[in-house]
Structure formats: C-alpha cells, structure tokens
C-alpha cells in the first residue's frame, strides 16, 4: 500500500477531528499520538482485510498461536518501519508542528507479557507477517500487566501496571465474535437413541470479547493479528439490589467474573490464586477453540479437513487444556467419536517447550479440575487412561516408566506430559535444550513417540532490535552491505568481510560510544543517575532468578570492591555493571537478591575509592522500551546461567547483533552462538552441563570451592557485615550453610572460571581494533537468530504451512 504526504495529512487531521473536535493547531501532543495510531491501525486492518480474503480464496492452511502472553512492546515506532512509512509520516507530523520521535516515546509498554516466553510470541508474530505465513496469535487482554516495579531503598514494590488507558488505542473490538466460556457446575451422562450426551448444569458462564491488535510485516502485504480476549460477565444489573441500597450486590457477579482477565500471572501460592490462573488457562483455550472451529466451519462447511488446514500451537503448558477442549469440542458440539477426535486433535496440535527446571513443569491438583473443570477432566481420566493403557503394552512390567509419563499421577494432573501425549511435535528451543528433552526430561516418551521430539532454536525480530534500536549501526551495515539482510537476514555474513577495515571498525566504536552516551543521558534525566560513557557497560538484564545467577555476578563486583577497599591503587578498568530485573513478588529469595545488589551499589556509590573505577546501576522495570534504548550501548553481555537450565535465551540473541560480547556459560543458545562466532569472539567459562551433572553425583560440597579460593571467601564474608548499613548473612547461608543443598545452583563452582573469563575480557578490550573486530564478527554471525529462520523451521517442519505472498 502507497501512500502520499498529502493522504497522510489528511488522515490524520479527520482523526483530530473525528475522535477529539479540534483541529491539528489545537491539537495536544497526547490526541497527535492517538491520532497517529489510529491511522496506522487503520492501514493495518485494511490490509489485514485484503490479506485474509485472499487466504480464504487459496484454501491456505493457517496456524494459530496460543500463549498466555505475548510481551510485544510499543508498536508504532515498530509498525511505522515495518510499513516503511517513518520518513513520511515524520514529515507529515513535523509540519503539523510536532516531532515524531517524541509522538513514539509516549506510548506505554502493553502490559501483555512478563519475560522471554511473551518476547518470543511476539517475534514470531513479526516474522509470520514478514514472511506471509497466514497465521493468528491468540492470547488475553489483561487490564493489567504483571506489575510496575519500584525500588525504594533497594526494596521491590509492585505497582498496578496500568496500560490500558495509553494503549487501548491499538485495539479493535470484536464484539461479533464473542463467545461463551463455562466454568464449574456438574457434568451428567445421559445416553439418548444410542448416542452419550453430556449434560453440564449449575455452572458460572462468562462471555469472552475478542480485541484485535494487528502486528504489520516487513515488505509484506501480510499482517499477523493477535486475538485478545476479555472476560465480560452475563448477567444483568441487579437494579433490585442497587434500590435496596446493596451497591455491591448489584455488581459482584460480573465483577467476578471480569476477574479472570485483570491481572497477568496473578500469583498462585493460594487456594484461590491457583483457581484464577487455571480459570484464566481455560478462558483462554476454549474461546480461542470456538473461534477457530467456527472460522473453519465458516470457510469449509466441515470439520472432516480440519487437521488438513489448521495448525494449533501450545506456546509452552499454559495453553495445554487445548488438548482436552478441543476434543470436548469435537465430541460434545459436533458429535465426533473418540477415536475420531483423537485423530484430528494430536494432528493438529504441536507444542514448545521452554524449561527443563522441575518446579516449571506445570502440575495441577485434580480437585481443582473436578471443582473447576468437571468436563475437561473426565476427557483428561479417559486419555490418561488409554495412555497408560498402549504404554503398558509396549513397556510391560514398568511401573515406574508408565507412572513418569502418565497425565493423571499421585492426585496430579502433568500438563507438560499432557502436551507431549496430545501434539504430533514437540520441541525445545536450542539444540542442548532438546538434546536434554530427548535424552533425559521426555526420555519415556522418546522411547514411545520416537521422532516427536524435535528442535527449534529460537530467534530475534532482527528488525526491530537492530534497525529500530540500533539506526547508527543499521545504517553503517547497510554502506558495507546493503539493506537485504532486512529480508534476508543471513546475509549479514557479508559484513564479516570488514572485520580488518580500519574505517569500518572505528565507526563502530564511534557508534557504540554515541549509544552509550545516550543511554547515559535517559538514565540521568529519567532516574538522575549519572553513568561514566566511558566506562564498559556490563549489562546483565532478565528475570531474576536463582538459575540465571545474578547472583554470581553481584559475588564477583563483591570481590572487586573488596580487593579496591585493600588496595585503593589497585588498577582496574573503569566498569558499570547495569541490572535489570523483576522478582515473582511471592519470590523472597529473588528480592533478596535485588536487595543486595541495590545496597551493594549504594555502598560503592559512597565510597570515594571507586570513583572512575566502579560503578553498579539496577534499572528499575525493565520493559522492552528499555531494553531497546540499553542494548544497543551494551559492551558485555552477561549469559551466565548454570549449564543445562536455560532452555535457550534470547537477550543473548539482541546484545550479540548489536555488538556486545558475551561472557556466559554453555548454556541453551549460548553453545550455537559460540560454533556460530567462534570462541576467539565469545568469553565461555564454567562447567558444562554433563560436568554439572558429575559435579552432583559426586557430591557437590560449596564450602570446598568457599575455602579454596581467597577472593570468594572474602566476597562472602563481607556479607556478614553486610553493605550501607545491612547484613546479607542469609545470602551467605543460603550459599554455605542451606539446609538440604547450599548453592543449588553452583555459583561457587563456577565463580574462579567467571573471574578468569572478566580478566579475558577485560584484556581483549584494552586493544580497542581486537574487541571491535570481535564486535564485528558477532554482528555478522547473529543472522541464523533471526526468527525469521525460527517460524521458517516451525513452517515447514512442524506445521507443513505455505507463504503466500500477493
């Protein structure tokens, strides 16, 4: 679609006067950016129109994307490049007296999505758009997001994350395509004419409204629309009770049931919490299930096709009750046998997992599935059954295998057996990641379903996390290469040929520089924090987690600080070490961790030894908008997880095609970033994941790396008396002294392998031509972590979909 200033122009001036009675010279700069998104949420659903007519008429087969959050970001800087409309409209905007720049810097980070599960959906939806596979992401409108987190003297506070008002804008309703979801009440077999129907009585019903987000491609006439659906009650305002003066009454039914979409991930260490999340699973399947069967029936007449021109896909185990709802569907509503609705879920289905850590692998207790879920669980007992049945054929005598992959066991119902039992593919999402699947997590089934375990390493919208984030370094790439990595993302190979161009290699550390001066700059007037540009920026950002270790690397600044407080004259390169994280708020550990890490950069800030040496910043709510403005400043990427516990990473991913290097372990994507850059350009250090293995059948003892290396012991003993005024002694504990295993995640192992991997760095860097060489070849190998490579894997491997391009 072309487009001219003049057609612009006029486009949003009828918005300005349409949605707000003014015109453009009275104009506020909030209506100018409601103005400029629904113009270009306008464009999008007229192309969305033209797009899904034309898959209707080619018969094309389509997959739906089902995840509990999709963590996309703000969307109009974004959608405008995708467009390839930012020049114009930022003329366009310009003459009308405002800045563009400032227009997208108002938007709201949608409180959609938490981590790098929601970061990955949204990439996908990027790519399928790019690269024309008819397709549709399913997910729910939370009014608000998991929460806005605030520090107040290194304390987490959680915030309601409130988005909506800023960002509702973006969405279209659907309120034609609403359907209705029943929780609870009582489930009766009655048998009419030889036919079993279910009856379900006394149960709470509640009314799912679709809200269109529409996600614009790249070159693309394709557009990838998420489907968010919002909980609405059924019942009518009580206007007896509201006479009588009972306010409340008059609305509790409705309100509590819009209950199930108020919050992402609304925490679960409760009765009642684990009821709304599991509400929240089902809502989410089931209205998605409805609106996929009917589309289909819509187009075909038949369900007899189904599994020929659908793709269902389970973003991890949250959307796992597709399984069993979509066989209730087929049986309940159209009247397929068992065996029948079997055939066409398990064709259908595909699943991706995204942990190996025992305590992520979703379990349910089965009352809350009698309580909540009475249907769905009698199809769960029946394919728990039938299963347990063909594995006891097959492994006769084996108890225990058939235990370990039975949906229902010991009063639990297993979703990510479920999953595997109910898809005819499932994934992990790095090559060591599904290696440890198959080979140790979904063994059993490995042994029953061989060939269903497969890989899809995950990958980055490159996109909007180079040309979008990173316009300097995008535009120098282009010089040398040209802009067909944009498409073609692998052909950012070509730019290794300048790893030896002296010109080349000094813009690109012009470049960085420029970036960390900018950064430096927004922190400073964000948070009034002032960061040295000069200084290497160490950046580790991500869910703060025991596993991720952020941990380790605030015992490695420890021991830095503490040899600084020695030896004052101690050299040392200039450093600051920037964090970003949020901890589950029921979590304690994790916001320990925050905690520590706070006092501790409060203590160094205080400390006149330090100043120009060292520096530690933890950046308060993370978002993606942050990330877009630090990541392309970052020098040193922290990928330090323990080996075999991160499914794969994909921040590794955006600090590695915006030149930084990274220091991390063989850990999920890590191992194919190292064989793809070669170890001369990455810094790996520690235990490989067999080795970690061995380590604890040994018998892992911490205090035996504790007493054997001088700089840890001081680092954790400094604990004890703690920094800015308060001890850490239940840090060090945790890390001596735990009951049951102290340093579960080997921090200590690990610790003289992640020094010695600083010093390299550190060395590497003071030969500015050798690190930006380094930085080079990093960029010009990041281009097989496009997802764009990723959805074209799914596409033909697992969900055998076509592109279509007009």
């Excluded at 804008?169 to 030889?194: F, M």
């Excluded at 290497?536 to 991500?542: A, E, I, R």
């Excluded at 990928?639 to 030149?659: D, P, R, Y």
Aim: glycine share 6%.
């Amino acid at each position: 679609m072309n487009f001219t200033k003049e057609e612009i122009r006029e486009e949003l001036i009828n918005k300005v006067s349409r949605y707000f009675a003014v015109s453009p010279g009275e104009a506020t700069e909030e209506q100018m950016y409601r103005a400029t998104v629904l113009s270009v949420r306008d464009i999008l659903a007229e192309k969305d129109r033209k797009y899904q007519n034309s898959i209707k008429k080619k018969a094309a087969k389509r997959v739906y994307y089902l995840c509990m959050e999709y963590l996309i970001g703000p969307s109009l800087k974004n959608n405008l490049f995708n467009l390839e409309l930012t020049d114009l409209y930022r003329e366009v905007i310009s003459e009308m007296g405002f800045s563009l720049d400032k227009i997208c810097a108002m938007e709201q980070d949608p409180g959609l999505g938490n981590g790098g599960l929601g970061r990955l959906a949204a990439c996908y939806m990027d790519s399928l758009a790019t690269l024309g596979y008819p397709a549709r992401g399913y997910s729910i409108c939370y009014e608000y997001g998991l929460f806005k987190q605030k520090i107040v003297d290194g304390e987490q506070l959680e915030l309601p994350d409130i988005w909506l008002p800023n960002g509702e804008v973006w969405l279209v309703p659907r309120e034609d395509k609403a359907v209705r979801v029943r929780l609870g009440g009582k489930v009766d077999e009655v048998w009419n004419n030889n036919h079993l129907d279910i009856v379900h009585t006394e149960y709470d019903e509640i009314e799912a409204v679709p809200y269109d987000m529409f996600i614009s491609g790249y070159r693309s006439e394709a557009v990838t629309p998420l489907r968010l659906w919002k909980a609405k009650g059924v019942n009518d305002f009580n206007m007896e009770a509201f006479s009588q003066g009972q306010y409340l009454k008059a609305v509790e039914e409705n309100t509590i049931a819009e209950t199930i979409t108020r919050v992402l991930y609304p925490a679960d260490n409760h009765h009642e919490g684990k009821l709304l999340r599991l509400s929240q699973q089902y809502f989410l399947v089931s209205a998605s299930l409805q609106n996929i069967l009917a589309k289909h029936i819509q187009n075909y007449k038949t369900l007899d096709n189904f599994s020929d021109k659908v793709a269902v896909h389970i973003n991890d185990t949250h959307p796992a009750l597709a399984i069993p709802e979509l066989m209730r569907l087929l049986m309940d509503m159209h009247n397929y046998n068992w065996e029948e609705a079997w055939d066409i879920t398990v064709k259908t289905v595909s699943y991706t997992n995204h942990t190996v850590l025992p305590e992520a692998m979703e379990c349910w207790n089965d009352n809350l599935f009698r309580i909540k879920l009475p249907r769905i669980y009698t199809i769960i007992k029946e394919i728990n059954r039938r299963f347990c049945t063909e594995a006891w054929d097959k492994f006769p005598g084996s108890w225990d295998k058939v235990s370990r992959m039975a949906v229902l066991s010991h009063g639990l119902v297993k979703m990510a057996n479920l999953s595997v039992i109910g898809s005819h593919s499932v994934n992990g999402v790095s090559k060591l990641h599904s290696d440890i699947l198959k080979n140790h997590v979904f063994n059993d089934f490995d042994d029953i379903y061989p060939g269903r375990l497969t890989n899809v390493t995950n990958g980055i919208a490159h996109r909007r996390w180079l040309c979008c984030s990173n316009p300097r370094l995008a535009a120098l790439i282009e010089e040398c290469i040209g802009d067909g990595y944009r498409t073609k993302p692998r052909e950012l190979e070509k730019f290794a040929a300048f790893k030896n161009d002296s010109s080349v290699l000094d813009r690109m550390a012009e470049i960085k520089h420029k970036n960390k001066e900018d950064f430096a700059s927004f922190i400073y007037k964000k948070t009034g924090t002032v960061i040295d540009p000069d200084s290497v920026f160490d950046v580790q950002v991500k869910r703060l987690h025991e596993y991720k270790r952020q941990l380790m690397n605030a015992l490695h600044i420890t021991s830095l600080y503490v040899r600084l407080k020695e030896n004052p004259n101690l050299k040392i390169m200039p450093q600051t070490f920037i964090f970003g994280a949020k901890a589950a708020p029921g979590y304690y550990l994790a916001k320990d961790i925050i905690r520590y890490i706070c006092y501790l950069a409060a203590d160094i800030e205080n400390n006149p030894i330090t100043k120009g040496k060292l520096k530690v910043v933890f950046l308060e709510n993370y978002s993606v908008s942050l990330a877009e403005k630090l990541i392309p400043a970052a020098e040193i990427s922290e990928q330090i997880s323990l080996a075999g516990k991160e499914a794969s990473g994909t921040g590794n991913m955006k600090f590695m095609i915006n030149g930084a290097l990274t220091i991390g372990t063989l850990d999920g994507a890590n191992v194919e970033m190292a064989e793809a850059v070669g170890r001369d350009n990455i810094f790996i250090f520690g235990h490989t994941a067999p080795e970690v293995d061995e380590l604890w059948k040994k018998g892992y003892a911490s205090s035996y790396y504790y007493n054997n290396n001088v700089y840890l012991k001081k680092a954790v003993d400094s604990l004890q008396t703690g920094y800015n005024g308060r001890s850490f002694s239940d840090i060090a504990n945790y890390l001596l002294y735990s009951y049951g295993i102290s340093d579960p995640f080997m921090c200590f192992a690990d610790f003289a392998f992640y020094a010695e991997a600083h010093k390299a760095a550190a060395a590497k860097y003071l030969d500015k031509r050798a690190w930006n060489r380094s930085a080079l070849m990093n960029i010009a190998k990041a281009g097989v972590f496009a997802a764009d490579r990723s959805v074209d894997e799914y596409a033909a491997n697992i969900w055998d979909l076509k592109s279509y391009h007009d």
